[in-house]
Structures are given as C-alpha cells and as structure tokens.
Nanobody, 122 residues
Framework: QVQLVESGGGLVQAGGSLRLSCAAS????????MGWFRQAPGKEREFVAA??????HYADSVKGRFTISRDNAKNTMYLQMNSLNVEDTAVYLC?????????????????WGQGTQVTVSS
C-alpha cells in the first residue's frame, strides 16, 4: 500500500512559478512510475507529466515549462512549474503506477493522492 500526499499549491500570478511536492509513504517507492495529473472545474482529469528512473514524459501543453523530478531517498516527487498561465489553474494530483505509458494513458493507476489546488491569476 502506498499513500500519496501533495503539497505546494497556492495562488500565483500569471508568469510566476510554483513547485509541487508529492510525498509517498509505504514500500518500494522507487519501483513505481510516478506522475502528475490535473483537473480543472468542469473538465476531465488530464495527464501532465510522468517519471520512471531517468525517463520523463510531458503533455504538450506543459512541455518546456514544467519539470518533473523525484528523490527516491526522500520518497518524494516534484513538479516545478514555470511560466504559469490561467489555463494551468486546476487541482493537481500525483499518481503511482507501473510504467510511464500506463500512467500517461491512464490504462492503470495504482494510487492517487488527494490533490493540491493551483490557481493562476491574470
């Protein structure tokens, strides 16, 4: 069993930056592919980024602006978000799964966090 807890959300002006964290408890954190999703009001949950080992994958909408990373010694994953715009406003959730592909396609996600709110003002 793995529990995921996000933090770092908040209110930021357009053009600003935020760093989200996802702390994992439980065994074998390093064995999981980890990812970030987001859900805006009235919209479906969408894939943002994923990481497994040294491999990363990003949604086109965030490529070049967001950076995903992880520290296995701390059982923590991060999402550095730069050049934020109002379209990035959403609840951001972390997830754990088998591979980057199964995460990004939502084919199989083993664990979800509760989410952290990110609001970007114009």
């Amino acid at each position: 069993q793995v529990q995921l807890v996000e933090s770092g959300g908040g209110l930021v002006q357009a053009g600003g930056s935020l760093r989200l964290s996802c702390a994992a408890s439980g065994r074998n954190f390093r064995n999981y592919a980890m990812g970030w999703f987001r859900q805006a009001p009235g919209k479906e949950r969408e894939f943002v980024a994923a990481i497994s080992g040294l491999n990363t994958h990003y949604a086109d909408s965030v490529k070049g602006r967001f950076t995903i990373s992880r520290d296995n010694a701390k059982n923590t994953m991060y999402l550095q978000m730069n050049s934020l715009n109002v379209e990035d406003t959403a609840v951001y959730l972390c997830a754990a799964g088998l591979t980057i592909l199964t995460l990004s396609s939502r084919d199989r996600i083993d664990y979800w966090g509760q989410g952290t709110q990110v609001t970007v003002s114009s």
